[in-house]
């Protein structure tokens, strides 16, 4: 029995302007951006295109639930004499980063403004109940002058520490005495049924209901155990209750470790003990990755004072601008040219021999929204030689299809997007290699350091994603490299006559750095083809591709004609469109174009759907766009 099915349905091209994707998704992360127009409307702040969202991508759009709740922290620290806006965290120390944040930015910029901690109990003593369960729980409130909502707004975007639209619904429910006894049964959109193979409840761990007793409760109302050996499919269809947070992160932990160890790893008799093999302890998880890359740069900074480091490759937007506005010095080497970087540590190494040149390189595996994967083997040379931490984010290439630890010290994945797949929740995580020179440094930082911020119906969700991790990803890997090789035979690099197309090219890994990505291919055989014996899902080149065009209006005509959804995220179920530099660097597009991030490029996530729908889509799309032009 198949967990995905075989639809050739497709969603609605025309799915209106706001909408969450999928569709009546509360806690969606992306929404509908149809038009071209809507896309440099959201870009430029425009009230009309902003009235009509309901939701957003969580680090750029504040969810409705979470604006509520900062209503009620205005009218209760908000100050009389002056106009104020705030921004609400899980902990003291993410409030204090903002705090601190605010008023350094603000001065740089030239309108410097001091920032103000508050702090309001969800829960104390009062709520017996709820607290027997949940604790103390508070929220951390940001005030500062509404002058300076711009400044506050890049450290909500570029770091993630805000807290989540669930956190804030469940805080709102609470103070309204309404709170719920359990996590809600969400939807997970449209397009995938909650069924499972036997499969994969054998390879699963156990999970076991976590108690919340205090000492006087009697032993008699303890929930009892539950084993994936002893669930039915019925069952696994479900959220876990949420007393089983703390069991859902450790299942999470135990998948990403197992798909990051070697092929030992796999055996049921695995001692976790054994050298070189990757343990849950080895992973951290965290409310997005974007948090996990910030905390990441802040051990970066502790660990060395005046830190320096190098931004390899085109990045996601909000990497470099951590790098630049919390570091030291940040040399952006956009080529990821690596001859480039090494003539540059042999320069600045024979000018001070006496520490390394830079603390760390950040890079990712692949780029986004370029592609292009960095020749880590080689980069691991340089670091050894030099003496500097290597992080790559692999978000895009993803667990099931790379394995880039071997070449890295730590390792950041966004589990908000393939891992999760269903659009509906925000997480990310950490890996530490644990053959890493550094490894007991990273993780003495870490022990001393981490703080679980992330909020428990979250990671409840996200367990529920990932159960279907490697069928999902099998099967849109064969689908988006179905769909690139037509693009590609139709494009301008493949020698197409340039009379007749509007394609200029295709940025995919089995075109782009090919040679570099299939180092990392999980379970690579010679011919560099993935295999994955236990269960026969191949690791392919991923489900993201990016198509540039040879004219503007070719690809405004083609992002109009493709009758899929469109909007912001990646690694989503359902095939997702975007015309990812307007949405990520429309304030610096010139800046970006100079490095081949143009305008008009169109960045494709490939879903779930019956493959042979998507190539007539995509077909039709470029027949329309080839006619128009």
């Known amino acids: 029995m198949s967990t995905l099915g075989n639809s050739s349905r497709l969603p609605s091209a025309d799915t209106p302007l706001g909408i969450c994707l999928p569709p009546l998704t509360p806690h969606a992360i992306s929404v509908s951006l149809p038009a071209w127009k809507d896309n440099t409307g959201y870009a430029e702040g425009q009230k009309h295109v902003l009235d009509a969202m309901d939701t957003g991508y969580p680090r750029f759009f504040i969810h409705r639930s ?46 410097p403004v001091s920032a103000r901690v508050a702090v309001l109990p969800i829960v104390d003593g009062a709520c017996t109940d709820v607290s027997r369960m949940l604790g103390d729980l508070q929220v951390f409130a940001v005030l500062y002058p509404a002058s300076a909502a711009k400044v506050a707004k890049q450290f909500w975007q570029h770091t993630g520490l805000g807290i989540s639209s669930r956190r804030a619904e469940y805080y709102l429910s609470i103070l309204s005495g309404n709170a719920p006894q359990d996590i809600p049964r969400e939807g997970a959109g449209t397009l995938v049924p909650w069924d499972v193979q036997d499969s994969f409840i054998r390879r699963d761990p156990g999970l076991t209901y976590e108690s919340h007793e205090s000492d006087n409760t009697a032993s008699s ?130 000018l001070d021999a006496s520490k390394p040149p830079i603390a760390a390189l950040f890079t990712e595996f692949p780029s986004n929204p370029l592609l292009r994967s960095p020749d880590l083997e080689r980069l691991r040379t340089l670091a050894d030689k030099y003496n500097f931490m290597v992080v790559v984010d692999a978000t895009i290439g993803n667990l099931v299809n790379v394995d880039v630890l071997q070449y890295v ?26 053959n890493s020179p550094r490894h007991n440094t990273i993780k003495s930082w870490l022990e001393s350091n981490y703080e679980d911020t992330w909020f428990d119906q979250d990671a409840i969700m996200m367990e529920r994603n990932s159960r279907d991790l490697e069928e999902r990803i099998g099967r849109i890997d064969s689908t988006a490299e179905a769909l690139c090789d037509f693009l590609y035979a139709r494009s301008l690099a493949a020698g197409s006559n340039p009379a007749h197309t509007v394609i200029q090219d295709i940025f995919y890994p089995k075109f782009v750095t090919r040679e570099n990505y ?55 179920n359902f095939t997702l469109a975007s015309p990812y ?21 169109v960045r494709v996530s490939v879903g ?17 766009a080839e006619q128009l032009v």
């Open 66 to 111: 979470i604006r509520k709740l900062a209503d009620v922290c205005l009218a209760r620290f908000g100050r009389d004499d002056s106009e104020e806006a705030c921004m609400l965290f899980p902990s003291s120390r993410c409030a204090d980063a903002c705090q601190r944040f605010i008023g350094t930015r603000s001065q740089q910029e030239g309108a």
């Open 221 to 350: 109302s303890r929930t009892p155990g539950w084993n994936y050996l002893e669930t039915s499919v019925q069952h696994f269809r479900e959220n876990l209750p949420l007393g089983c947070a703390s069991s859902a992160k450790k299942v999470i932990r135990k998948r990403i470790a197992a798909f990051c160890s070697t092929d030992a790893a796999h055996s049921e008799n695995l001692d976790p003990k054994v050298s070189g093999v990757v343990t849950p302890d080895d992973v951290y998880l965290y409310p997005s990755g974007m948090v996990a890359l910030w905390n990441v740069h802040e051990l970066v900074l502790t660990l060395e004072k005046e830190a320096k480091t190098v931004c390899f490759g085109f990045p996601y937007t909000d990497t470099l601008k951590v790098l630049e506005k919390w570091g030291h010095q940040c040399f952006f080497m956009a080529a990821g040219d690596l001859d480039e970087l090494e003539a540059f540590l042999v320069e600045a190494y024979s």
């Open 409 to 434: 010290d730590v390792v950041a994945h966004s589990l908000s997007k393939a891992f999760s797949g269903y659009t509906n929740v925000m997480g990310g995580s950490l890996i530490v290699n644990p």
């Open 518 to 572: 299939e180092k990392c291919l999980r379970h690579a055989t010679e011919k560099g083809a993935g295999t994955r014996v236990d269960n026969g899902v191949q690791p392919g080149f991923g489900g993201l591709f990016t198509i540039t065009f040879t004219k503007t209006a070719a690809s405004h005509a083609f992002y109009h004609a493709l009758e899929c959804y469109k909007g912001p995220s990646l690694g989503t």
């Open 581 to 601: 530099t307007v949405l990520a660097h429309y304030a610096e597009r010139e800046w970006a174009a100079g490095f081949g991030v143009y305008e008009d490029l």
């Open 608 to 624: 779930v759907e019956d493959k042979d729908a998507l190539l007539a889509t995509f077909a039709k799309a470029l027949d329309i």
